[in-house]
């Protein structure tokens, strides 16, 4: 075996370890594929995040129910990472699921975000991160609406909508 394919198959390997058994898969953002991961140091996060987007994003923390800017928010648009701005979900898969944190039934693309086991506070739950970036946005339920039956649980502080112009709802 070359030594060039051996340090291929060990990255590959170490790669695949890395996700938990998941390859890493890239964001995409605009259509195109987007493999550039966002990483910084907890004081450039400190810099760019508020203190409770770094709280919830970064800590893993969650804002109280009722209370965040897109609960109940109807406007059209996109959902993006607050940290990185990768796009997540759209409003055409957001619904009142009557939990209090916005609910969407579909991401935008897979592999925008990265699913992880979370079994703390006592409760087996699946995590939902930003697979560009590893904030964390929420969790995800299998209690929601058709077509999917899931229930993207996520926190308002961990994402910003980027409204549609009136002429685009138009089209």
């Given at each position: 075996?070359?030594?060039?394919?051996t340090?291929?198959?060990?990255?590959?390997?170490?790669?695949?370890?890395?996700?938990?058994?998941?390859?890493?898969?890239?964001?995409?953002?605009?259509?195109?594929?987007?493999?550039?991961?966002?990483?910084?140091?907890?004081?450039?996060?400190?810099?760019?995040?508020?203190p409770?987007?770094?709280?919830?994003?970064?800590?893993?923390?969650?804002?109280r129910?009722?209370?965040?800017?897109?609960?109940?928010?109807?406007d059209?648009?996109?959902?993006?990472?607050?940290?990185?701005?990768?796009?997540?979900?759209?409003?055409?898969?957001?619904?009142?699921?009557?939990?209090?944190?916005?609910?969407?039934?579909?991401?935008?693309?897979?592999?925008?975000?990265?699913?992880?086991?979370?079994?703390?506070?006592?409760?087996?739950?699946?995590?939902?991160?930003?697979?560009?970036?590893?904030?964390?946005?929420?969790?995800?339920?299998?209690?929601?609406?058709?077509?999917?039956?899931?229930?993207?649980?996520?926190?308002?502080?961990?994402?910003?909508?980027?409204?549609?112009?009136?002429?685009?709802?138009?089209?």
């Amino acid at each position: 075996m070359k030594p060039t394919i051996t340090l291929l198959a060990l990255l590959a390997a170490v790669s695949f370890a890395a996700g938990e058994g998941k390859p890493a898969a890239p964001a995409q953002r605009g259509g195109s594929t987007m493999t550039n991961q966002v990483t910084k140091t907890d004081a450039e996060w400190k810099k760019i995040l508020t203190p409770e987007q770094y709280r919830i994003l970064r800590e893993k923390g969650t804002e109280r129910a009722f209370t965040g800017e897109y609960w109940n928010n109807r406007d059209v648009g996109v959902y993006r990472c607050a940290a990185c701005n990768a796009e997540l979900f759209t409003s055409e898969t957001k619904f009142d699921s009557h939990c209090g944190w916005p609910s969407f039934f579909a991401a935008k693309a897979k592999q925008n975000i990265r699913l992880q086991p979370d079994n703390s506070h006592g409760m087996q739950r699946t995590e939902v991160l930003c697979a560009r970036c590893g904030g964390h946005l929420g969790h995800l339920f299998d209690d929601g609406p058709a077509p999917t039956g899931q229930r993207y649980c996520i926190n308002s502080v961990s994402i910003k909508l980027e409204k549609k112009k009136k002429e685009e709802e138009k089209k």
